[in-house]
């Protein structure tokens, strides 16, 4: 089976505000993007997160909040090799 594969890449500027998560999720629906490089995340710790039809995987960066870059993933990539 051939599948296309939409990148793109966004720097969000923290995404703490309350619903600046789920609104990003969201944007990146609208522009049916399957992967996305997301700069300046700036959360505690790391892990993975699942937000509409993504999940998002992020890094810790420094003790300052700074260098945390994250990967909005859309669930139909992650099932494309199954």
């Avoid at 995404?15 to 629906?29: I, K, M, Q």
């Avoid at 710790?45 to 999940?55: L, M």
Wanted: proline share 0%; with cysteine.
């Amino acid at each position: 089976m051939s599948y296309d594969i939409r990148f793109g890449t966004w720097n969000v500027r923290r995404l703490c505000r309350a619903g600046s998560f789920t609104a990003a999720a969201r944007e990146l629906g609208t522009h049916k993007l399957d992967l996305s490089g997301v700069q300046e995340v700036r959360w505690d710790k790391g892990g993975t997160v699942r937000a509409g039809d993504y999940n998002f995987y992020y890094e810790k960066g420094n003790e300052y909040y700074q260098l945390r870059t994250g990967f909005f993933v859309h669930h139909r990539t992650l099932s494309a090799d199954k």
